[in-house]
């Protein structure tokens, strides 16, 4: 490996815990719930049967892609998207920052009458 390469190695992994840390941009069209994959494609969304669609996407806390397989059974915190069908759609599996922000809404309806502020992130109740 050349110094380059090494150098940009280092600095990426290095970076890898500040990157968790990072509260990431979402669309007001994500909710908060508890995921777990039970056996795909049957999954729990705030523990109601639920299916992930063919495609489907799920982004670890570190903002890598997850493959389902790799967290069958484990309970997360996330953000998710549904299709029009009910099918989960993408999963954002929450790190610190993100479970920090604790006004997000559980529901369509919530997320309805709520406002969402794009730029910081953040959801204002009635």
Partial sequence: MNRCALFAATVLVAAA????QTHRTFTAEALRGDFKVVLA???RLNGKPALLSPGHRIWGADGHQL???AIVGQTFPVHYTLWPDGMIKEVWILNAAERANKVWPTTPAQAAQWRFEPG????QKP
């Fill in 17 to 20: 815990p500040a990157l968790a």
């Fill in 41 to 43: 494609p049957e999954a």
């Fill in 67 to 69: 493959l389902h397989g």
């Fill in 120 to 123: 910081t992130q953040t959801w």
